[in-house]
């Protein structure tokens, strides 16, 4: 049995509500190159939001008569705020197992006196907008008896959860890790152990940039079957937003996924190859707002011509999204001047010239397209 030491934020019950599809596309944008949306609320679970709390507000039961220990926490000391969130939620998290277990040998879940694991899935919850869930994941969110989420599954998917189920929040920030990706682990493994349906959910595909990988590996280790439900990845569902073909007969035949992300923080982006230099190939960059500007200057290095099309999408799919077009040498400078945050998905290439949104000069669209 997995030691439930270090666990994360659970949620209560959330309303169902009727969804509607938002027409995103602001027609009249403010200038040539930026498109802003009305509202600039977060349609994610930010780390210290006031809805998460409130949606996690079970696990603090045992602090009702002290409500100034589930005040929001300050960001002066990440690790300390951390520590003490996992120490005020542990007693919930324990009495929840408790009852899970209890719940299985009430039902006959034990057979010949030995108890099996609980069901393990892994699911993409897509780019934001709840409409692009497949029909699978919206089954298994709504019979999940726990829900571990990262920041980046919406709110609005957030809303499809029964209300008898509890959520744990496990988001990760720059600079705040609510969860470490062990105690990611570990939590999924009590839980699993003690017969749960446990749900991991991820934003765009669990497999693309998720760590879903790193979490199927150890559960399957640990003796624990994972069933994993894929989902729309960001550069598929936000570039089909706006029009964005990822490949295209005669302007692009392939397409390079990239995190921006360097494995030691920073500014400088994981090793890059003259492969993803390629004029002919579009480049889809992850997470890479603060490598942008160095990963810029090496693409142009191994042979990207400066004028390369280029665009930067803020919380794609969502009410919320803001987009920036620019040349590949302009980009960077027009995401700072945009005030772009994370999560922006950043697409480079040729193919971006093709989209109705691009506001230069009609010219270029019908140059890069004469070839097909």
Not at 182 to 204: M, N, P, W
Not at 344 to 365: D, F, M
Request: with cysteine.
């Amino acid at each position: 049995m997995a030691l439930v030491s270090k666990l994360q934020s659970l949620s209560s019950s959330l309303s169902s509500t009727h969804f509607r599809k938002p027409n995103r596309l602001n027609p009249e944008p403010i200038c040539s190159l930026h498109f802003n949306s009305p509202s600039y609320t977060s349609p994610f679970t930010e780390k210290h939001s006031i809805e998460r709390y409130q949606r996690d507000r079970w696990l603090y039961n045992n602090q009702l008569e002290q409500p100034t220990l589930i005040s929001l926490p300050p960001d002066s000391d990440s690790d300390f705020t951390r520590q003490n969130d996992i120490a005020l939620q542990l007693p919930e998290l324990r009495k929840l197992l408790q009852v899970l277990r209890e719940k299985r040998e009430r039902e006959g879940g034990c057979g010949g006196g030995k108890c099996g694991p609980g069901n393990v899935f892994l699911v993409g919850t897509g780019p934001g907008d709840p409409e692009l869930l497949t029909l699978k994941a919206v089954r298994v969110i709504q019979s999940a008896d726990l829900l571990l989420y990262d920041r980046l599954v919406s709110n609005d998917v957030l809303d499809f959860v029964a209300s008898d189920a509890r959520l744990v929040y496990v988001g990760k920030t720059a600079g705040y890790h609510s969860r470490t990706q062990e105690e990611i682990h570990e939590l999924l493994l009590s839980f699993a152990e003690a017969g749960a349906t446990v749900v991991r959910l991820k934003g765009g595909d669990p497999l693309v940039f998720g760590r879903g990988g790193e979490e199927m590996d150890f559960l399957q280790q640990q003796g624990i079957q994972v069933q994993v439900i894929p989902g729309i990845t960001a550069a598929s569902g936000i570039a089909a937003e706006f029009g964005i073909p990822l490949t295209h007969r005669g302007v692009a035949n392939s397409i390079r996924f990239l995190t921006g992300h360097s494995r030691k923080g920073g500014t400088d982006p994981l090793f890059l190859t003259e492969n993803a230099a390629d004029p002919d190939s579009t480049l889809v960059v992850y997470m890479g707002l603060s490598t942008l500007p160095s990963l810029a200057q090496k693409l142009v290095h191994h042979g990207l011509l400066p004028s390369t099309p280029a665009v930067a999408i803020e919380r794609g799919t969502t009410p919320q999204q803001r987009m920036v077009f620019a040349e590949l040498k302009d980009l960077a400078n027009e995401i700072t001047s945009a005030e772009l945050v994370s999560p922006t998905l950043i697409v480079i290439g040729k193919v971006v010239a093709l989209s109705p949104l691009w506001p230069h000069n009609l010219n270029e669209v019908t140059s890069l397209a004469g070839a097909i």
